[in-house]
């Protein structure tokens, strides 16, 4: 089995992004599994062009993707991605569509097709706060899941995958007011048991109330 793990590039103000930061650290194989991680831009559509090149020539079993949530506390698996792009700030190319489609040929929305529950579970269990997230915003990593399920649904109808957000790393939050950080090593170990709980529940997600009040 192979199971291809992206991260981003550092944008905004920051000049670090942790998602990649962890991604670059996870080991070669986990369990019988090759791992092969890739960094992309924050750049709106190259993202997607450069997944989809990574999934022709790669052909992995598995595509989870990553990217930093500043201001979330937990490792967030993320269980749907929108098709629309509304960016508040602008890309690392100056792009910022407002209220735009991914794709005008692609579903409203499409479903993580990885068990997101067992992933959950699974990273809570070692004592790492974690959560299934409902969405993940409008921004370039809401739009790279969608992309990635859009070329599922398209093109790569046996790869599985989502996206799961982390939160800043405490260097980044030390001139930031209450803002909630996780250790670097945590979310590598956090990012591990995920794709641990993916490559063990191939046939399906487990039934536990991991649902959201709002
Ligand atoms: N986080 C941003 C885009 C890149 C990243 O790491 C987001 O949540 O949309």
Known sequence: MKVLV?????????????S???VKA????????????????????ESIEILDKAIEINKPDIVICVGQAGGRFDITVERVAINIDDARIADNKGNQPIDEPIFSDGQPAYFA???IKAMV??????????????????????HIMYGLMYLIDK??????????HVPFIPQQVVDKYNAPSMELNLITKALKLALQ???ENATGDIKTALGSIC
């Open 197 to 199: 709980a993916a490559i």
């Open 113 to 115: 097709n990885v068990p």
């Open 20 to 22: 990649f930061e962890a």
């Open 26 to 45: 996870l080991p070669d194989k986990i369990d019988q599994a090759e791992i092969i991680t890739l960094e992309v831009s924050t750049v709106f559509h």
């Open 121 to 142: 579970e699974k990273i809570r269990e070692s004592g790492i706060p974690a959560s299934v997230s409902n969405s993940a915003g409008t921004f370039v990593c809401n």
């Open 6 to 18: 992206t991260g981003f590039t550092p944008f905004g103000v920051e000049a670090i992004n942790p």
């Open 155 to 164: 093109k790569y109808s046996n790869v599985r995958g989502t996206f799961i």
